[in-house]
């Protein structure tokens, strides 16, 4: 159980994944899955008598679980999945949300957040440089919370590619949404099975390790702002919902049904209260037994006074009901019939053929739409002979002449894909849901709004582009589309955004002093001039003012008086830039490994900055740069100063002269810790030895008629030789002392490097 103390009171928080999982391939369809009846079309649209589920933050609780805030954003990482192109990969997962948004009934906004600013260059959530949401680190990670990370207060959509994905093969897609006990979402992660699936855009090519991306996505989307699962049984099997827990093979889990579309506006309704008209508006509640894993429903809202309310039972069929007998589901009916959805409610139904008409007395056989020999039996003396034209009003398409009543009124059956039954000046086709076929309606465009509008979606915008300014905005500004600099109205920039468009932001793209330019239009401060074969953006100057022109600039005289022009860098480059000689960088500072960097003193040490060091400029420098400090401990090899901590690598008296990382020291002031001395190493820098490895004159007691038989003095031969400047005061040693304690100390350090590894 997780914790969290937000003002004024603390909370619970629990994490709630659940699964979608597939339908396995070899399921086929039922002969009455073709299609909607023709006679009860706008009845079926308006509304049916399926319920829709929702969850509380315990089993006993009656709070149920859902987002307090009306705009969620979501975040999309930057690569999608990699079977799709990454655009149409992203429209799919934008498009789930969208169809969710759709209902006027309901006030939740969902908008997609963005990782990099790219107008200042920089990611939101990092402190990286960033021109697109790729190149911010946080934007790539995979640390989602269905993966087993922390909350970051962001709501991502993942692909897991790799092994990693722990959650099974038939397992698509786990959304992991976190909770308040008063019920409030504050974060929510989906993290797509791209490990054992190929993610296709098209629900036909669902089967053999592919699967359709809309009808995965759409589903994990509705978990996202609090839906679940509905269970078997508790729908028809003719029509299953978006959130049944399994995905429908033949597509229809891509599109949202009416009921599947009422529990946005329950949850998150646009008028102050949620209203109901039956008790199939109002939700079951669905509940995990952690002792087996499997869901159920714990209880059922009743309405009363248009209101959902506790006390309604979540009742299992009976099996029962009869030809024409009311239903919920298949089960409610006996064996042999199933649930048919018939105006506003649901009756028990068998198959019949609308030309030989085999229904028993009292029944009519109204045939499927599309189909002639196809139905469904149910309750009526004698059709109505059709006798409405297109556009006029209707309550079933048995009224039309059209044989189509679509939301009260008589349409034109059409094919979406090629509307020649349409007027192609006034009407458009809009696809019937899970249908294939279309319905004349009039082409009422919205009205689009301008640039500079307030907006919350691109398609609302003229310009179809809708940028935030800030992150914590609650709406965008509809943006002017560009191509390029110097294509935006005056005080705006052209920006790329991250989906490879770009849009005019308040800024500027005019040139400083310096640039390259093509026209005076193109500069900021003055004139675009000819010099040395091109042409630089320049500005007036007075000779006398210091940083008169910018850097690599010098203000000189010229028919339109005083400009600046280019000229040589001098003392003008800052720290980090990149430069060619230390006379170009700011004072204080030195060009080192073509960069300018802050000057500091080598034996000393510097205030450089963590992880940073004092590199020395020349050999026998004692001034440096800060540099980064490299990975080696003193005593540990190295070829050049940048590979030692200490930044300063050189010869080892006391190993042959093999080049180690030591720490540096001044011959003339020796400060080296105690037991240790500065060995010089040329007139103004030395190294930092152990007492015991300088060597001196040998004493009486030499061997060798007093030579030295050691090979651990600093000169790195075998006769004496006078003590260095760094040793003088120390007392001498006997060769075979001597070349005894050089011998430890290689052995002390070839221990050190063992455990080190």
């Known amino acids: 159980m997780l914790t969290a103390s937000p003002t004024p009171q603390p909370h619970n928080l629990t994490p709630g994944p659940t699964n979608l999982t597939p339908v396995p391939t070899k399921l086929a369809p039922r002969p009455r899955n073709l299609a909607l009846l023709l006679g009860f079309l706008a009845s079926l649209l308006g509304g049916n008598a399926w319920p829709y589920a929702v969850a509380t933050v315990t089993p006993t609780s009656k709070t149920v679980s859902r987002w307090f805030s009306n705009s969620v954003s979501y975040y999309l ?93 038939y397992v698509l897609g786990v959304t992991s949404p976190v909770f308040y006990t008063n019920g409030a979402i504050f974060e929510a992660d989906i993290a797509f099975n791209g490990f054992n699936y190929k993610w296709v855009a098209d629900p036909g090519s669902i089967g053999g390790g592919y699967m359709d991306l809309l009808s995965v996505a759409i589903h994990e989307e509705g978990h996202f702002f609090g839906v679940q699962h509905m269970l078997p049984g508790s729908f028809s099997d003719n029509d299953p919902p978006t959130m049944a827990p399994s995905v429908d093979p033949f597509g229809k889990s891509a599109t949202l049904n009416a009921d599947d579309l009422k529990v946005i506006c329950y949850l998150n309704p646009a008028d102050a209260q949620y209203k109901c008209a039956g008790d199939a508006d109002c939700p079951y509640i669905n509940e995990t037994d952690k002792s087996t894993g499997k869901e159920y429903y714990s209880a059922k809202l009743s309405c009363q006074s248009a209101a959902c309310v506790w006390g309604g039972a979540a009742t299992t069929p009976s099996g029962n009901s009869p030809l024409g007998g009311n239903c919920a589901t298949d089960k409610d009916c006996k064996t042999g019939l199933y ?61 039309c002449t059209s044989l189509m009543c679509l939301q ?133 100057c007075t000779p006398s003012a210091a940083g008169a022109c910018p850097c690599g ?28 000689t230390s006379s170009e960088c700011v004072s204080g500072a030195a060009c080192a490994g073509g960069e300018c960097s802050a000057m500091c003193e080598v034996i000393s040490g510097s205030s450089c900055g963590p992880g940073m060091g004092c590199a020395r400029l020349a050999p026998d420098s004692p001034e440096g740069v800060c540099r980064a400090a490299g990975p080696a401990g003193l005593s540990e090899g190295c070829a050049k100063d940048l590979d030692c901590g200490s930044l300063f690598c050189a010869p080892d008296a006391s190993a042959a002269n093999a080049l180690r990382c030591q720490k540096p020291c001044n011959p003339k002031a020796d400060a080296c810790p105690a037991g240790f001395a500065c060995n010089a190493l040329s007139p103004n820098l030395g190294a930092c030895l152990l007492m015991a490895s300088q060597g001196g004159a040998a004493d009486a007691g030499a061997v060798d008629g007093g030579t030295s038989s050691g090979g651990g003095l600093p000169n790195g031969t075998n006769s004496p030789q006078p003590a260095s400047g760094c040793s003088a005061g120390h007392p001498a040693r006997s060769a075979p002392t001597l070349a005894w304690l050089a011998a430890l100390v290689a052995a002390v350090w070839v221990i050190r490097r063992l455990r080190l590894g």
């Open 339 to 399: 649930c048919q959805p018939f105006g506003a409610k649901s009756l028990c139904s068998q198959q019949c053929n609308p030309q030989t008409k085999n229904c028993p007395t009292n029944f009519v056989c109204y045939p499927y739409q599309g189909q002639t020999t196809k139905g469904a039996c149910l309750p009526g003396q004698t059709q109505p002979q059709p006798t409405k034209k297109p556009g006029e009003t209707c309550t079933s398409s048995a009224e």
């Open 553 to 580: 600039m010098a203000c000189e005289e010229s028919t339109a008086g005083y400009l600046c022009l280019p000229g040589a860098k001098a003392q003008c480059i800052e720290v980090g830039k990149s430069c060619e």
């Open 77 to 169: 990482h930057p690569t999608c999945s990699p079977d799709l192109d990454n655009k149409k990969c992203k429209d799919q997962l934008r498009t789930g949300f969208q169809a969710w948004m759709k209902p006027s009934c309901t006030a939740l906004k969902f908008t997609e957040g963005y990782h990099c600013n790219t107008a200042q260059g920089k990611c939101l959530f990092d402190s990286a440089k960033c021109s697109s949401d790729a190149d911010c680190p946080s934007a790539m990670s995979l640390k989602v919370i269905p993966m087993g990370y922390n909350s970051n207060s962001r709501n991502e959509l993942v692909f897991v590619e790799n092994n990693t994905w722990k959650f099974g093969q």
């Open 408 to 540: 009260g009124t008589c349409r034109v059956k059409c094919t979406p894909n090629n509307p020649a039954e349409c007027n192609s000046a006034t009407e458009a086709c809009a696809p019937i849901p899970g249908t294939g076929v279309g319905a004349c309606v009039p082409d009422e465009k919205p009205k689009l709004a301008a640039v500079g509008a307030k907006c919350f979606a691109p398609e609302e915008c003229i310009s179809n582009i809708c940028l935030k300014a800030d992150l914590n905005a609650d709406y965008g500004i509809c943006r002017q589309a560009c191509k390029g600099k110097f294509s935006c109205p005056e005080s705006f920039a052209c920006v790329p955004q991250t989906d490879g468009t770009e849009a005019c932001l308040p800024g500027s793209d005019k040139l400083p002093a310096g640039s390259e330019c093509a026209a005076a239009n193109q500069c900021a401060d003055g004139p675009c001039v000819a010099y040395a074969s091109k042409q630089f953006c320049s500005k007036s």
